[in-house]
């Protein structure tokens, strides 16, 4: 009875124990065993597709393969139980799979630990062969590796991932939760003894749904056009950085966003990290001249100047102990708006503006949302800056030279998005990228714009577009050997701000346009900073870059009306 009651304890004990380990706390353990079992915490996230409003592919996981070897379970199909390859033999049926020699794989295979990576960035293809041999020991993992088939064209807005697969910049980042699948982890369970159990990893075929997809409102065809008319001007006039942007002004939609300098972001790792900032989105510049339109503009809302205009022009002008100065310190006697706008006049603007009050002005400003940052879906967008009320009321000079564009910073987006409002008859629209989620067949998830927001009256617009198009007409490009295009257009020299001064030798040069002049559908910008060369104006540099994407957009078939660019 002694011992039988000693045996029934026994057993009562181990199956209490065993009730404990497998009911009580057999959830926690089974997590714990796999976080040990796990050689990395890392999971891999399968990705989406990126692809232009045509569909064309610009990134997408493309699934490639990676050997990994197990010494110590090397075995052959039909292998008696216990029984251990050798490398050697390992290697001899591997050769001809992998293409490689025998000796090189043994070399790797002799003498490591019991996990070693043997070979990465293989096939599908041989990755099949390779299971299709079915030696225990090998593994196939099949794991995603980030394609950028178009390679720099993109990158400063898509981005990219790093080595490991974290993203880095662009819509990448920004777009991350979007982008994702799902995670699924491909690594392989160790035992306790840090050995590597030879499990069977993904299957070829277990990482395809790449149904959904995320589509952007960038047309991969005038991205091209764009960036090869700004790579040609970059390298004629040596400058540091430039870009062409697009927007459909009704919307807000991006048609083209190119940027220099740019980078691979396949080989990311040998670009200076400074080129993966979007510069057009996240840099402030001093505008210039291109944003005398939105002045005009102010002008007409308040009622200080009318259609029929003019200001005396006497080449220079002084405000307080400043005498500022046209271009060349050219006299233009009287003018009317449109010729303001031609022979792009300081001292016109600075006369004309004066005529309001310098509080106004400053509220016309802070309206036009200068201060903030655009609302957008591309990642880094800066707010610009104004002088405070205070000091831009009680110093004249801050409001006579932000008439002309000088003394205000903002980016070259928030300059498309004013422009933009100038040609779709005063409303602020949202700049934006990304068209939504969908699947080969239908849109399935849009991102919800915000409404739109009126800044300017139509009437107010229409005169400025007017005068933009007859000054547009009547401007000559020097040097620049061009026709004229049938746009509204504003071209921009500003000089850039050093040491407290700004240099003359320094300059920052752009070229903006509505198209159609009629009813204006596209605003085209092109602004290329620090040209070094003879004549380094807006009309000689970034014009004619301007004019390169405008008979792009005009020469493809399904983004201008059939009328064509004519207004």
Do not use: C
């Amino acid at each position: 009875m002694v011992v039988f009651l000693l045996l029934l304890l026994s057993v009562l004990g181990l199956a209490g124990r065993l009730f404990w380990l497998q009911v009580i706390q057999g959830h926690a353990l089974a997590q714990q065993a796999r976080s040990r079992q796990a050689p990395s915490t890392r999971s891999v996230a399968i990705r989406r597709p990126i692809v232009d409003r045509q569909g064309e592919v610009l990134a997408w996981d493309e699934m490639r393969v990676r050997i990994w070897a197990h010494p110590v379970y090397f075995q052959f199909p039909g292998d008696r139980d216990g029984q251990r390859r050798s490398a050697a033999e390992v290697s001899q049926r591997l050769a001809p799979v992998l293409n490689r020699p025998a000796a090189d794989l043994e070399q790797r295979l002799s003498g490591q630990g019991s996990s070693i990576r043997l070979l990465e960035h293989l096939s599908l293809e041989k990755g099949e062969r390779v299971e299709a041999l079915g030696i225990s020991g090998i593994d196939v993992e099949v794991y995603p590796q980030r394609r950028y088939p178009q390679g720099e064209l993109f990158a400063n807005v898509v981005g990219f991932l790093n080595l490991e697969r974290q993203p880095q910049a662009g819509l990448e980042l920004s777009r991350n939760t979007q982008l994702q699948q799902g995670e699924r982890s491909p690594w392989r369970l160790g035992a306790g003894s840090g050995a590597m159990l030879p499990v069977n990893t993904l299957s070829m075929g277990a990482i395809t749904d790449d149904a959904m997809q995320l589509q952007l409102s960038l047309d991969a065809r005038l991205q091209r056009a764009a960036y090869g008319a700004l790579s040609a001007a970059m390298e004629q006039w040596t400058a540091t950085q430039g870009a062409v942007m697009v927007m459909d002004v009704q919307n807000g939609e991006l048609l083209a966003l190119a940027s220099q300098p740019s980078f691979d972001p396949g080989r990311f790792w040998q670009a200076n990290p400074r080129h993966f900032r979007g510069w057009p989105v996240e840099d402030l510049y001093e505008p210039g001249s291109t944003f005398k339109p939105v002045n005009l503009a102010i002008a007409l809302e308040e009622g200080v100047i009318h259609g029929n205009s003019t200001v005396h022009d006497t080449g220079s002008v002084v405000v307080e102990s400043w005498t500022l100065h046209n271009n060349r310190n050219q006299v233009h006697g009287v003018i009317t708006m449109p010729q303001v706008l031609q022979v792009s006049s300081n001292v016109g603007m600075v006369k004309t503006m004066s005529r309001l009050s310098r509080q106004r002005y400053w509220q016309w400003l802070h309206k036009l949302e200068i201060e903030q940052a655009p609302d957008t879906d591309l990642p880094g967008a800066t707010a610009g800056q104004l002088k405070s009320l205070q000091v831009f009321r009680s110093n004249p000079i801050h409001a006579a030279t932000a008439s002309f564009g000088q003394g205000i910073a903002l980016t070259p987006l928030k300059l498309l998005q004013l422009h933009a409002a100038l040609a779709n008859g005063g409303w602020l629209v949202r700049p934006h990228v990304v068209q939504g989620l969908r699947n080969r067949n239908a849109m399935a998830a849009t991102p919800r714009l915000p409404q739109r927001k009126r800044i300017f009256q139509e009437a107010s617009t229409a005169t400025v577009r007017n005068w933009m198009a007859a000054a547009t007409r009547l401007a000559q490009a020097p040097g620049a050997g061009l026709q004229p295009r049938p746009v509204a257009g504003k071209s921009g020299t500003s000089q850039k701000a050093r040491h407290g001064g700004y240099d003359p030798d320094t300059v920052t040069t752009s070229f903006v346009a509505h198209l159609p002049t009629d009813q204006p559908r596209f605003v085209v910008l092109a602004v290329l900073d620090e040209p070094r060369g003879e004549e380094t104006y807006g009309t000689t540099v970034a014009l004619p870059v301007a004019y390169r994407v405008i008979d792009s957009i005009m020469a493809l078939d399904n983004l201008l009306p059939a009328r064509g660019g004519a207004g």
